[in-house]
């Protein structure tokens, strides 16, 4: 890995963006698989963890699958490889499609992803990751 301060600001971002995205899908996943239930009912606050269903058990490994690309593109990224620019575009254009059918909720996604496209985009990050 470099230091900072040759690394170009965009590339900075994107990585930035990746970590705040791999803790959340890392987080996701795991709420997901642990299946937290909270019984307020009876004035009992506290979460106990029951079995999950198998579809929240396969949409938890996932998320935490997701993750770890996320940690593996951020590797790629500050390694200055030519294979991140592909990643990174193939996972921002599936993220921006999906987000496209979650609105309104999905605006927030949609916004990361067409910063980081556009931080992908600039003649920064091109040079820094054909390794010139």
């Known amino acids: 890995m470099t230091s900072s301060r040759t690394r170009p600001l965009p590339i900075t971002g994107i990585a930035v963006l990746s970590a705040v995205a791999s803790t959340f899908y890392f987080v996701i996943g795991v709420v997901l698989v642990l299946n937290p ?8 606050s506290a979460a106990a963890l029951s079995t999950p269903s198998p579809f929240e058990l396969i949409a938890g490994i996932c998320c935490i699958t997701m993750g770890f690309v996320y940690i593996w593109i951020i590797r790629e990224l500050l390694a200055k490889s030519q294979i991140a620019y592909v990643l990174i575009q193939t996972i ?21 992803n067409l910063a980081v496209l556009y931080f992908l985009r600039t003649k920064s990050s091109k040079t820094w990751l054909s390794g010139e």
């Open 92 to 112: 921002v254009i599936i993220n921006i499609l999906f987000s496209l059918f979650r609105l309104p909720l999905g605006l927030i996604t949609l916004t990361m």
């Open 37 to 44: 239930k909270f019984d307020a009912i009876g004035g009992n």
